[in-house]
């Protein structure tokens, strides 16, 4: 990868997208309250829900500055909840922007109920929602297998009662886990994966049983925003130390909203730590940067976006590899990126479009015509 930049650029600079294909890797679908949920739950849950009150947790802990870190103009017309309803979605998002595909990572707290019996029931009810309100309603939409890593033979289940259905795209995981993702536990959600013939996506957010950074609880949410980095490295860590990729060479993990610039120096670090420690991990085969770059792919929102826009395209430089962005918007969320801010003016030709759509529709085996 090599990017001239000319001198007068400057990182404000963009230009318009609307010639070019787009596909939008970070769609959320939020439910309006559980009542969505509950014509694909079993009368024995209805009841469970009911009488108990219970209503799903969310997958961030800290107050945001708007509910659900919502765009206020994304709220439907009829008031309620960003992201709920699929005809609002469609006209501000997809027509608005010409979007070819989005696809739909339903941030939908499964993965933090305890009761796995629950969390299977839901898990369910929520991709059949997916399909019934979401999928069937619009071509354009592509949808994510929300899954529960605390239950891996239900999650692997799943995973495979839905791959018969091509609008599914990837299997969804939060970054923030009770356990590293690289764990052996967690295999037959792998195994199923690349049964399927699809990727992974780990999403920012989620929670477990241990502090969100590695020093304890912070106080406030742009602490908890900022550090949700430290979820994602330790996760790329894990799966490539741990053997995932040698035990599943053909699976596949994009990293959603966890940024890219960090992407470098973690390869750099890993690989010099490997030819001292190779021993520890002699299921390793080549250098840890070198399965990142084969099996890990990213986003670009939230793009860090440096003061000088050389220091950006070095970046791009130092991860090395085309195929490596896609483009997202984060959309209904405050800091959503729109397709004509984006990805700054210097990324032009053959890169902007495999950024803007070529990579993901390669990646999730999307048709453009």
């Known amino acids: 990868m090599k990017l001239e930049v000319s001198q007068s650029d400057t990182h404000q600079s963009k230009i318009t997208t609307e010639s070019l294909p787009l596909i939008d890797a970070d769609v959320h679908n939020y439910t309006r309250s559980i009542d969505d ?15 108990g009150g219970f209503k799903i947790p969310g997958v961030s802990m800290y107050p945001k500055m708007y509910s659900q870190a919502a765009r206020r103009d994304a709220i439907p017309y009829e008031g309620g909840i960003a992201g709920s309803e699929p005809e609002f979605s469609k006209e501000q998002l997809l027509d608005q922007w010409g979007i070819r595909y989005g696809i739909l990572n339903p941030l939908i707290g499964v993965p933090q109920i305890k009761n796995l019996d629950l969390g299977r029931a839901l898990m369910r009810a929520v991709n059949n929602w997916t399909q019934a309100d979401w999928l069937d309603s619009d071509p354009r939409w592509r949808g994510s297998i929300l899954i529960h890593p605390g239950d891996p033979k239900g999650s692997a289940e799943e995973i495979l009662r839905l791959a018969g259905d091509d609008r599914f795209v990837q299997v969804l995981l939060m970054a923030r886990s009770s356990t590293p993702y690289g764990k052996w536990q967690m295999d037959p959600i792998y195994e199923a994966t690349c049964e399927a013939g699809l990727p992974i996506g780990i999403h920012f957010g989620g929670g477990g049983d241990v502090p969100i950074t590695a020093v304890g609880w912070p106080s406030y949410y742009i602490e908890d925003h900022t550090g949700m980095v430290q979820a994602f490295e330790s996760q790329v860590i894990s799966l490539v130390c741990e053997g995932t990729f040698v035990k599943f060479p053909e699976l596949r ?17 890993l690989d010099k730590n490997y030819r001292g420690l190779s021993d520890e991990v002699p299921w390793l085969r080549k250098l840890p940067s070198e399965y990142i770059l084969k099996h890990f792919r990213a986003t670009t929102q939230p793009m860090e976006e440096p003061p000088n826009i050389h220091h950006l395209v070095q970046i791009l430089d130092m991860i090395g590899s085309d195929d490596f962005l896609m483009f997202a918007t984060d959309y209904p969320h405050w800091d959503f990126d729109a397709p004509n801010q984006a990805i700054p003016s210097v990324i032009t030709g053959e890169l902007r479009e495999r950024i803007m759509w070529k990579n993901a529709a390669t990646f999730y085996q999307l048709s453009i015509t």
Not at 40 to 51: A, D, G, P
């Open 37 to 51: 949920l509950m014509p694909h739950l079993s009368e024995r849950w209805k009841t469970y829900i009911v009488q």
């Open 253 to 269: 993990v994009v990293l959603i909203e966890g940024g890219f610039a960090w992407l470098p120096a973690l390869m750099w670090r």
